[in-house]
C-alpha cells in the first residue's frame, strides 16, 4: 500500500501485517512506535486493547497540538506586551 502517514516525510510503501503474537499462551501486540504492548489473556483482549491505544494515542496528539497552540498564544500576548511598554 502505498501512502503517507502524517509523521511520515515522505510516500512511501507499507505492508500490512499482523501486530498481534503469542507467546506461552498470553498476547501481544507491536506498535509504530517500536513498543510492545501486553501480556493479554486472550487474543480479544489484546485486540480491544489495540483499539483502546490508538485512541489514547490520537488523544495525547491532540491535547500536544492543543497545548503546543496555548503556548504560541501566549507567547504572542506576552510579546505583544513587551513591545508595547517599550
Known amino acids: 500500500m502505498l501512502g503517507q502517514r502524517n509523521l511520515d ?14 507467546v506461552n499462551g498470553q498476547y501481544f501486540f507491536a506498535t509504530r512506535e517500536g513498543t510492545l504492548e ?5 487474543r480479544h483482549d ?3 486493547s489495540i483499539t483502546r491505544y490508538i485512541e489514547r494515542m490520537a488523544m495525547a496528539d491532540k ?6 497552540e496555548h503556548i504560541d498564544n501566549l507567547q504572542r500576548r506576552e510579546a505583544i506586551k513587551h513591545n508595547q511598554e517599550l
Open 9 to 22: 516525510p515522505q510516500p512511501g510503501t507499507h505492508y500490512r501485517s499482523s501486530r498481534l503474537s503469542a
Open 38 to 42: 501486553g501480556p493479554f489473556i486472550s
Open 46 to 48: 489484546a485486540e480491544q
Open 63 to 68: 491535547l500536544l497540538r492543543h497545548s503546543s
